[in-house]
Nanobody
Framework: QVQLVESGGGLVQPGGSLRLSCTAS????????INWYRQAPGKQRELVAY???????IYIDSVKGRFTISRDNGKNTVYLQMNSLKPEDTAVYYC???????WGQGTQVTVSS
């Protein structure tokens, strides 16, 4: 079965950290570009970061210097390390396999005191 499964979301105070994981199965993971998107209530889904098969990484401006995307091909997993979290980072975070257009179910991240 081709799927992506996210984990690692939760409630954190402003300034805190979380690490999201996205584990793939049933696909040629090493060939895939993996995207992290997020969708906040009442807003459109936005691309946050991605990592290519060649380990090139791209971030939106609002998370540069705070978020780090990485991949472990041996574990078929992509990580999103999120530091210095802000209330505006609150959203459901989704991972996406770019070329096969497979989506995970999403994981909720809430940043609040």
């Amino acid at each position: 079965q081709v799927q992506l499964v996210e984990s690692g979301g939760g409630l954190v105070q402003p300034g805190g950290s979380l690490r999201l994981s996205c584990t793939a199965s049933g696909m040629r993971f090493t060939s895939e570009r993996i995207n992290w998107y997020r969708q906040a209530p009442g807003k459109q889904r936005e691309l946050v970061a991605y990592i290519t098969s060649g380990y090139v990484t791209i971030y939106i401006d609002s998370v540069k210097g705070r978020f780090t995307i990485s991949r472990d091909n041996g574990k078929n997993t992509v990580y999103l390390q999120m530091n210095s979290l802000k209330p505006e980072d609150t959203a459901v975070y989704y991972c996406n396999a770019h070329y096969t257009n497979i989506w995970g179910q999403g994981t909720q991240v809430t940043v609040s005191s």
